[in-house]
C-alpha cells in the first residue's frame, strides 16, 4: 500500500471528518465523470478532499530517509472543522509502516478553485519516512 493509500484510508476511516465532508475523500481531481459522489443531486459540489503528493527530497540521518511532502485539498462549503479533523488525525502521527512521522507545515486559505469555480483551502503535510 502506498503512502497515500494509507493517508486516504485513515482520513475516510474517520466517521466524524466523513460527516464534515459529504462529497468523500479522493486520491484524484474532482470531475462530475470520476468522482460523482462529489456532487449533490442539483450536480451541486459538496464539501469535500483531494490528497495528493508533491515532492520527495532525502534526509538524514539515514541514507535511505526521505521527506515526502503531500497536500490535502478541501473544495465547496467546507470550513473550518474539517480542516482541524485532518490536523488532529495526520499531524504527528504515523501513518503506514515506513512513516516515522507526518507534520503539518502550512495552510493556504481563502482561494478559489478556477476549473470547478469553489472555494478552496489547501494544507501541506511533510511525512519522514523510510524510503
Given at each position: 500500500?502506498?503512502?497515500?493509500?494509507?493517508?486516504?484510508?485513515?482520513?475516510?476511516?474517520?466517521?466524524?471528518?466523513?460527516?464534515l465532508l459529504l462529497g468523500?475523500?479522493?486520491?484524484?481531481?474532482?470531475?462530475?465523470?470520476?468522482?460523482?459522489?462529489?456532487?449533490?443531486?442539483?450536480?451541486?459540489?459538496?464539501?469535500?478532499?483531494?490528497?495528493?503528493?508533491?515532492?520527495?527530497?532525502?534526509?538524514?540521518?539515514?541514507?535511505?530517509?526521505?521527506?515526502?511532502?503531500?497536500?490535502?485539498?478541501?473544495?465547496?462549503?467546507?470550513?473550518?472543522?474539517?480542516?482541524?479533523?485532518?490536523?488532529?488525525?495526520?499531524?504527528?502521527?504515523?501513518?503506514?509502516?515506513?512513516?516515522?512521522?507526518?507534520?503539518?507545515?502550512?495552510?493556504?486559505?481563502?482561494?478559489?478553485?478556477p476549473g470547478l469555480n469553489?472555494?478552496?483551502?489547501?494544507?501541506?503535510?511533510?511525512?519522514?519516512?523510510?524510503?
Amino acid at each position: 500500500m502506498s503512502l497515500r493509500d494509507d493517508i486516504l484510508s485513515a482520513l475516510q476511516a474517520d466517521a466524524h471528518l466523513n460527516t464534515l465532508l459529504l462529497g468523500g475523500i479522493y486520491a484524484e481531481a474532482i470531475s462530475r465523470q470520476d468522482t460523482p459522489d462529489a456532487f449533490d443531486a442539483n450536480s451541486e459540489l459538496q464539501p469535500c478532499a483531494v490528497v495528493t503528493l508533491e515532492t520527495e527530497t532525502p534526509t538524514g540521518p539515514y541514507a535511505n530517509a526521505a521527506r515526502l511532502f503531500f497536500s490535502v485539498y478541501f473544495y465547496g462549503n467546507v470550513d473550518d472543522d474539517a480542516r482541524e479533523r485532518v490536523f488532529a488525525l495526520l499531524h504527528r502521527q504515523k501513518i503506514g509502516t515506513r512513516v516515522w512521522t507526518i507534520e503539518h507545515a502550512d495552510d493556504v486559505l481563502n482561494q478559489t478553485d478556477p476549473g470547478l469555480n469553489v472555494g478552496m483551502i489547501l494544507s501541506r503535510y511533510v511525512a519522514t519516512r523510510l524510503r
